[in-house]
């Protein structure tokens, strides 16, 4: 664990707290000075553990839990045998905790001055990646490295008005002899190629007095990420808390924490917001279902919203707008094809009565016509039977005839 501790504290920029930083130097020159320290198990006080999420609401139903995650601590990337564990170890846990149906959310117990500024990461990217509501619960101290780890939670509380936050900001410190020097008889110089005219630069100006290659190529980058995500994830801060300043809790409520209160606080707002985020969820796959004719107009699987609203950029919302024209122009040419085959049925049952008023009519005149020739036929005895049929077919035909000119002129 020594070597990792040291070499944590002389290879990497800060970003922590001053008296935080006090408290971790003379650690520092103790081992440097050959002080041994026991390997010893982590505290108590810095386990995951996970409460109750149940009440009589939920009695009966699935077991729902919440998941603590205390952050304690000089904020480290890799465990320390004798100290708090490392960012990636917590990380590993906070995904895990996250993957557990039973949990519907997360309270990490954040005491730290900050630490490492490469080890914020680990933790913040984590955070990211977790399906459950996270509330940060301070307890005493959250500042520097911490504070950048606790932006990134939903809801953040603290635990009383005088609690230390904030201190956002970046440095850095070391400690060595300035090049061609002699240090308890020992000559200690550095060399190095002829091409490699800008190696190292920041250290060895830092050596002589030259603060500002330094401060412009390592402390200010890493700074102005910090801030930059410190304003993304806290929108009401302002640049007064992003000059390095540490405030108390009662200072910056709204600004950079949302509430003062109880650990018993914490519990409600993850329920609270995991109840939300379940309910969101429910909207949002029904919302999924309905939208699928405008997904297919996109060209997209599904899409994705924020709060319950959704997004589209212009080249969608034209993609939309053509496929509603198709639809409205398609509508109109159903219209038309629709009255056009009314139209044409309402001629053709027309058509239809006046073929069968036609049919009648041809019917009614030919049983008269057939009525008045045998009549005539059976009065004239003289005639042939020859004649008679020749007559009796005449007579059909002129009757025939005159009821067709009949029926025209009726037209």
Known sequence: MRYSFISS?????WQIEATTLAGVTP???????????????EAMNSKPYKISASSEEYEGEEKRVINVLPVRGVILKHDAECGPRGTRTLANRLLNADADNSVIGHIMVIESGGGQSVAVPELTEAMLKCTKPIVVWVDGMMCSAAMYIGSYAAYIIASREMDRIGCIGTMIGFEGRKANSEHNNVVSIRLYATESTEKNDEYEEALKGNYEIMRQSVLDPLNEQFTADIKKNLPNSSEKHHKGKTFFAKDVLG????????????IDKVIELSDSNTQQQNLTNIDMKQFSF??????????????????????????INEALGKMVTAGNSLKEALKAKE???????????????????????????????S?????????????????GAETNEEAYASCMEFLNMQE
């Open 375 to 391: 009549t005539i036929t059976k009065e004239t005895d003289t005639i042939s039977n020859s004649n008679n049929e020749d007559k």
């Open 255 to 266: 600004e950079l924490i949302d509430d003062i209160g109880e650990f018993s606080v914490a």
């Open 343 to 373: 139209t044409a049925e309402n001629n053709l049952a027309i058509a239809q009565g006046k073929i069968a008023q036609k049919d009648a009519k041809i019917k009614e005149l030919e049983q008269s016509s057939g009525a008045k020739t």
């Open 27 to 41: 650690i520092l020159y103790g081992m440097l000075n050959g002080i041994a320290f026991e390997p010893e198990a």
């Open 9 to 13: 504290i002389l290879n990497s920029p």
């Open 294 to 319: 405008v997904n297919a107009a996109l060209g997209v699987k599904e899409l994705h919203s924020s709060d319950g609203y959704f997004a589209m950029n212009e080249e969608q919302l034209e993609a």
